[in-house]
T-cell receptor, first 114, second 111 residues
Framework: KAGVTQTPRYLIKTRGQQVTLSCSPISGHRSVSWYQQTPGQGLQFLFEYFSETQRNKGNFPGRFSGRQFSNSRSEMNVSTLELGDSALYLC?????????????FGPGTRLTVL | DQQVKQNSPSLSVQEGRISILNCDYTNSMFDYFLWYKKYPAEGPTFLISISSIKDKNEDGRFTVFLNKSAKHLSLHIVPSQPGDSAVYFCAASYNNNDMRFGAGTRLTVKP
């Protein structure tokens, strides 16, 4: 079974631009969660989508948004990029919603904001 | 607000010995705890979990201990192997909501 895939793997943007990251979950998985990983901060939860509905949202500004499509693929968008948005963005999929169900992570997208 | 804390950024252990990774949390409502392992250039992979109704869960070389009164959990790896060298994250959840992660501990197992 193919794992979680994320595209692109690396991205360089400048301040003020916007970016869209993509995540394809494991086939049959309906839940996709997004996390931001920065050095010293661990992984911070952004949001979770289940069956195209945002189920939960972390404590991030409105510049961070996401959506999920009917095939469970998910996109994350960050508008008006700031230097502090430089991070590894990880998505995870699971068959059911919530961390009680094992989540499978993709390799991440490394975003650098200059 | 860092509700899950891993106070040791790194740990070095000799092959064959025990590795003990520690994690503290502040929210007494957490009812589910997990450990993830992460290799460079890969996403985290699930290692082991424990429900708050238990105080120990074992899976092969990996054992997680939960001390609810101290709000502390630990991951024991016995015996440690060089392939265990990775960053280990602990995470906690309440009512199947989002996971709160610690900052991670980098484990190095020396041959």
């Amino acid at each position: 079974k193919a794992g979680v895939t994320q595209t692109p793997r690396y991205l360089i943007k400048t301040r003020g631009q916007q970016v869209t990251l993509s995540c394809s979950p494991i086939s049959g998985h309906r839940s996709v969660s997004w996390y931001q990983q920065t050095p010293g901060q661990g992984l911070q939860f952004l949001f979770e989508y289940f069956s195209e509905t945002q189920r939960n949202k972390g404590n991030f500004p409105g510049r961070f948004s996401g959506r999920q499509f009917s095939n469970s693929r998910s996109e994350m968008n960050v508008s008006t990029l700031e230097l502090g948005d430089s991070a590894l963005y990880l998505c995870a999929s699971s068959s059911l919603q919530g961390p009680y169900n094992e989540q499978f992570f993709g390799p991440g997208t490394r975003l650098t904001v200059l | 607000d860092q509700q899950v804390k891993q106070n040791s950024p790194s740990l070095s252990v000799q092959e064959g010995r025990i590795s003990i990774l520690n994690c503290d949390y502040t929210n007494s409502m957490f009812d589910y705890f997990l450990w993830y392992k992460k290799y460079p250039a890969e996403g985290p992979t699930f290692l082991i979990s424990i429900s708050s109704i238990k105080d120990k869960n074992e899976d092969g070389r990996f054992t997680v201990f939960l001390n609810k009164s101290a709000k502390h959990l630990s991951l024991h790896i016995v015996p440690s192997q060089p392939g265990d060298s990775a960053v280990y994250f602990c995470a906690a959840s309440y009512n199947n909501n989002d996971m709160r992660f610690g900052a991670g501990t980098r484990l190095t197992v020396k041959p």
